[in-house]
């Protein structure tokens, strides 16, 4: 038995001098907690860049309306087509638009004169709109961009569901008093 715990304690000594094997091991234990940094690091990246482009395009929703005395139908395909375009290389199929004109009253009561949506509903004429403070200036009127996208992470590894991305902007028509829309009226 001495003869047999002497080999057992010898092979001991060697085995921990060994280090053959440390970096292997070293690898194995550091891989996954680096691959879960990478792909969480990439979702990250990619659910910013889809942020600042739903924000873009609300922002290019009100200020190309904006800059219109009047609109047809087909000036507002034409401005979410161009505002659709700010997505690539994102799927621009998954975004809802907005484009609203608000009607600001003498009281400072805020209401949508007219709405028209891409790819989701408009917003219901005469609902009341609560606005941001010191944008209902009373006799005036806002156009009103809204955008959302649902953003699915790529990897879904760290991000297993999908967050839905938004963002509203609001500017004064440029050229006249309110931009008209089919049979809207300014005072």
Do not use: H
Not at 1 to 27: K, N
């Amino acid at each position: 038995m001495p003869r047999a715990f002497s080999s057992l304690v010898s092979t001991l000594r060697r085995f921990r001098r060994d280090r053959r094997g440390v970096a292997a091991t070293e690898f194995a234990i550091i891989t996954p907690m680096m691959l879960v940094l990478f792909f969480g690091t990439v979702e990250l990246s990619n659910g910013v860049a889809v942020d600042r482009k739903v924000t873009l395009v609300a922002r290019t929703l009100s200020d190309l309306t904006s800059q219109a005395t009047t609109v047809a139908t087909s000036d507002l395909t034409n401005i979410f087509a161009a505002s659709n375009a700010i997505m690539t290389p994102y799927d621009a199929t998954l975004v809802k638009a907005i484009i609203s004109e608000i009607k600001v009253d003498a009281s400072g009561n805020a209401t949508i004169a007219w709405s028209v949506a891409n790819n989701a509903t408009p917003n219901t004429v005469g609902a009341p709109v609560t606005l941001p403070t010191g944008l209902a200036v009373a006799n005036t009127y806002l156009i009103y961009g809204q955008a959302t996208y649902t953003y699915t992470p790529v990897v879904g590894y760290v991000m297993k569901t999908a967050l839905t991305l938004g963002d509203q902007f609001y500017t004064r028509p440029r050229q006249s008093t309110c931009v008209l829309y089919t049979t809207t009226t300014c005072p």
